[in-house]
Nanobody, 115 residues
Framework: QVQLVESGGGLVQTGGSLRLSCVAS????????MGWYRQAPGKQRELVAS???????NYADSVKGRFTISRDNAKNAIYLQMTSLKPEDTAVYYC?????????WGQGTQVTVSS
């Protein structure tokens, strides 16, 4: 089993910044893809950013240039630095990790951007 715990969400004004963190624990040898997804009310969950290696990142078009994903393999952690936040970034953000070809999810952390 793999457990993912997110932190760092909160309320911020338009143009502000937040940094999300996610730490994986449990019994595993390594983690494959790690990423961040988000789900706004009434909408489907969508990919925000993912990372498979130091130079292999993928971002949703809506966050390119504003969000940065990073990873610390030694800590089994992944981070999402969010800047220039907009009201449309408001959502529950979920951490995702692939272990042995299975996806695991965190409980989610709320990010609210006020206008």
């Amino acid at each position: 089993q793999v457990q993912l715990v997110e932190s760092g969400g909160g309320l911020v004004q338009t143009g502000g910044s937040l940094r999300l963190s996610c730490v994986a624990s449990g019994r595993f040898l390594s983690i494959g893809v790690m990423g961040w997804y988000r789900q706004a009310p009434g909408k489907q969950r969508e990919l925000v950013a993912s990372m498979t290696g130091p130079d292999r990142t993928n971002y949703a078009d809506s966050v390119k240039g504003r969000f940065t994903i990073s990873r610390d393999n030694a800590k089994n952690a992944i981070y999402l630095q969010m800047t220039s936040l907009k009201p449309e970034d408001t959502a529950v953000y979920y951490c995702q990790a692939e272990v042995m070809w299975r996806d695991y999810w965190g409980q989610g952390t709320q990010v609210t951007v006020s206008s």
